[in-house]
Nanobody, 120 residues
Framework: QVQLVESGGGLVQPGGSLRLSCAASGDIDSIDSMGWYRRVPGKMRELVAVIDEGASNYGDFVKGRFTISMDNAKNMVVLQMNSLKPEDTAVYYC???????????????WGQGTQVTVSS
């Protein structure tokens, strides 16, 4: 069984920074990619950032404010968020495409979500 455990959400003032971490644990053979999505109430879930074998992609709204990185030794993905805006307020979900068993399919796994609130 694979689990994704997030940490680092909270309340921050506009212009501030937060660092989200997500550690994958359990029966893991390999990790194809890991990333972050977010959901604002009343809107569809959207991609924040994803990293795949060192290559990263970001949602258009990020505009250079966020940086995603991967610690392969710890199976951990980190999202550094700077210059946060009130519209960044959302629940942020960690996502991983992970192969639990050698030679078999990879599967999508999700964390439980962590609340990020940007407000003065």
């Amino acid at each position: 069984q694979v689990q994704l455990v997030e940490s680092g959400g909270g309340l921050v003032q506009p212009g501030g920074s937060l660092r989200l971490s997500c550690a994958a644990s359990g029966d893991i053979d390999s990790i194809d990619s890991m990333g972050w999505y977010r959901r604002v109430p009343g809107k569809m879930r959207e991609l924040v950032a994803v990293i795949d074998e060192g290559a990263s992609n970001y949602g258009d709204f990020v505009k250079g404010r966020f940086t995603i990185s991967m610690d392969n030794a710890k199976n951990m993905v980190v999202l550094q968020m700077n210059s946060l805006k009130p519209e960044d307020t959302a629940v942020y979900y960690c996502h991983g495409v992970i192969r639990p068993t050698p030679g078999f399919h990879e599967y999508d796994y999700w964390g439980q979500g962590t609340q990020v609130t940007v407000s003065s």
